[in-house]
């Protein structure tokens, strides 16, 4: 690893694609017309929905107001970036990061310009950007990046990137050695500590602005903020003192619209120019991509489909049994059925291939072995309920393709709908079997830690594996590149033999967009607030 990154700012505005923070545990049913991805695949036969577009480019219009339509969230919503219930669609417009997820994925300079470790990787020095103002004129120091993480940290605040980096760092450990020198003594070795900072979560508030950031959401970003509602209504307007260079666009305004059909409706009648957070079904897909005024942005390898098998309930005890189910199935027929091959094959590797540390490895389907096996094990003729709702679009069509795909192994499987509005309270990580999704992104040591390692809160199938434990362990601590890549790759490896999950595909999102909308580019479903416009 280099001791030392910096990069321009001719990315700003890339995130690092943030974790599925369960905070969606709220009454916006995502998904609509449950099934009608598989209803399309199979009357097609082809694979492949009628052809979404890419992104429009060209030159944008100075000013303007973009409209974009949310979910609706709770009541409790809030601008503090540290929070589980934070807003997301204002977090890019009105914040910066240390350290940005960049093109290539790996950390970017933003309000950090450059960074180096010492001590083998239990100290990190993060130099910063200097001249930069927050949104009520105050200049940002290493103060205030001293008081963001410790915030993140503290209990009180229940931020979701606290479990991650309390691993690593107390306030203790974090010292502003001037206005623009930022130290951070780790309580472990971390050889890619900088990476943990690209999160969501991790967004730099002013010093001591804890108490009223979820409402005044005062940063250093593109926009300021002009009006905010919990799960309602608000704003954002361009920022021309931004360290970046003043945004396209003039103002955002947001809506809140509680369903996928509503949020269509209103694009179509060019209420808005935006759906945020909304994967189209195939049928909103035909319905946009017919539309005079919108289109399809097929954002690829956007998230990524897994069917937790909880390893602390039968059968899923038995290494055997789930060594079975993912021996069982075909991955290119469940994608084609359930998303119509708008995605690539995953080989239960939650590891996307254009990560660094992706290792190509896989195994191949035997129903024949996995009926063996199940055998073996005492689970001849098993007959399972795969819990699924319309939380998003592809859960259901995923859950009837996975059914068709285990039956050839003997296995007979059930499916159970449950309600979107409980289904990550009531079902997940509760229920034996089930089917979910991630958003693509996170580092790797973030991503293995976080849904793989023992113990770990959002480690769905609960698998718990003291080899994988260790890997994880030695590779944060490998300063040495080639020997951290070995070591991830053995990790990855493991998770495809051994582990609780399930992953057929990486799948693309389809987003609604209006054909006005230009340089809209999207990472983890934020998008550059920067450069987004109206056509000219």
């Known amino acids: 690893m280099a001791s030392s990154r910096s990069a321009d700012l001719s990315e700003r505005g890339e995130s690092s694609g943030r974790p599925l923070s369960r905070r969606r545990l709220l009454a916006a049913g995502a998904g609509a017309a449950a099934g009608s991805w598989l209803l399309t695949a199979c009357g097609s036969g082809t694979g492949g929905t009628a052809a979404a577009t890419s992104a429009a480019s060209g030159t944008a219009k100075a000013g303007g107001v973009l409209r974009i339509a949310r979910p609706p969230a709770s009541a409790a919503e809030t601008l503090d970036p540290a929070s589980s219930l934070s807003a997301y669609e204002y977090l890019g417009a009105l914040y910066s990061r240390l350290v940005r997820r960049g093109g290539d994925g790996n950390p970017a300079a933003d309000l950090a310009t450059s960074w180096e470790m010492s001590d083998a990787a239990s100290t990190w020095t993060f130099h910063l950007r200097k001249g930069v103002t927050f949104h009520n004129g105050k200049t940002f120091t290493a103060a205030d990046a001293k008081y963001t993480i410790s915030h993140i940290l503290d209990p009180a605040t229940k931020s979701p990137q606290a479990g991650v980096l309390s691993s690593f760092v107390d306030t203790s450990g974090i010292t502003a050695t001037d206005d623009s020198t930022l130290v951070v003594r780790l309580k472990t070795p971390h050889a890619e500590f900088p990476t943990l900072l690209?999160?969501?979560?991790?967004?730099?508030?002013?010093?001591?602005?804890?108490?009223?950031?979820?409402?005044?959401?005062?940063?250093?970003?593109?926009?300021?903020?002009?009006?905010?509602?919990?799960?309602?209504?608000?704003?954002?307007?361009?920022?021309?003192?931004?360290?970046?260079?003043?945004?396209?666009?003039?103002?955002?305004?947001?809506?809140?619209?509680?369903?996928?059909?509503?949020?269509?409706?209103?694009?179509?009648?060019?209420?808005?120019?935006?759906?945020?957070?909304?994967?189209?079904?195939?049928?909103?897909?035909?319905?946009?991509?017919?539309?005079?005024?919108?289109?399809?942005?097929?954002?690829?390898?956007?998230?990524?489909?897994?069917?937790?098998?909880?390893?602390?309930?039968?059968?899923?005890?038995?290494?055997?049994?789930?060594?079975?189910?993912?021996?069982?199935?075909?991955?290119?027929?469940?994608?084609?059925?359930?998303?119509?091959?708008?995605?690539?094959?995953?080989?239960?590797?939650?590891?996307?291939?254009?990560?660094?540390?992706?290792?190509?490895?896989?195994?191949?389907?035997?129903?024949?072995?996995?009926?063996?096996?199940?055998?073996?094990?005492?689970?001849?003729?098993?007959?399972?309920?795969?819990?699924?709702?319309?939380?998003?679009?592809?859960l259901t069509p995923l859950a009837l393709a996975m059914k068709d795909a285990l039956a050839p192994a003997g296995i007979t499987v059930g499916i159970q709908n449950a309600p979107s509005d409980s289904y990550y309270t009531n079902v997940w990580m509760k229920k034996p079997f089930c089917t979910s999704y991630w958003y693509t992104g996170r580092p790797i040591s973030q991503l293995l830690s976080e849904i793989f390692q023992t113990g770990s809160a959002y480690n769905e199938s609960k698998w718990s594996n003291a080899t994988l434990d260790g890997l994880i362990t030695s590779a944060r601590k490998e300063t040495d590149d080639a020997k951290r890549k070995q070591l991830y790759q053995d990790a990855q490896k493991l998770i495809v033999d051994q582990s609780g999950t399930i992953m057929p595909f990486f799948a693309s999102r389809m987003t609604g967009i209006g054909k006005n909308v230009v340089n809209y580019h999207e990472s983890g479903f934020e998008f550059n607030y920067l450069t987004i416009g109206l056509k000219a």
């Open 198 to 394: 690209m999160h969501y979560n991790c967004y730099v508030i002013p010093d001591g602005s804890g108490a009223t950031i979820g409402s005044k959401g005062i940063g250093t970003g593109p926009f300021k903020l002009t009006s905010f509602t919990a799960a309602g209504k608000g704003g954002v307007a361009a920022n021309s003192d931004y360290y970046g260079g003043r945004p396209t666009l003039d103002t955002i305004d947001f809506s809140s619209i509680a369903d996928v059909q509503s949020r269509v409706n209103a694009l179509l009648a060019q209420q808005v120019d935006l759906i945020a957070q909304t994967n189209l079904d195939a049928a909103s897909v035909t319905t946009v991509l017919a539309s005079s005024s919108a289109t399809v942005v097929e954002v690829k390898n956007a998230q990524w489909y897994t069917l937790p098998m909880l390893c602390t309930a039968a059968p899923f005890t038995d290494t055997a049994v789930r060594q079975a189910f993912k021996l069982a199935y075909d991955p290119q027929s469940v994608m084609r059925l359930a998303i119509q091959d708008h995605g690539i094959i995953g080989h239960d590797n939650p590891v996307p291939t254009d990560d660094p540390y992706h290792v190509d490895y896989s195994v191949t389907p035997d129903p024949a072995k996995a009926k063996s096996l199940l055998k073996s094990a005492g689970h001849d003729g098993l007959k399972i309920s795969l819990y699924t709702s319309d939380y998003d679009s592809v």
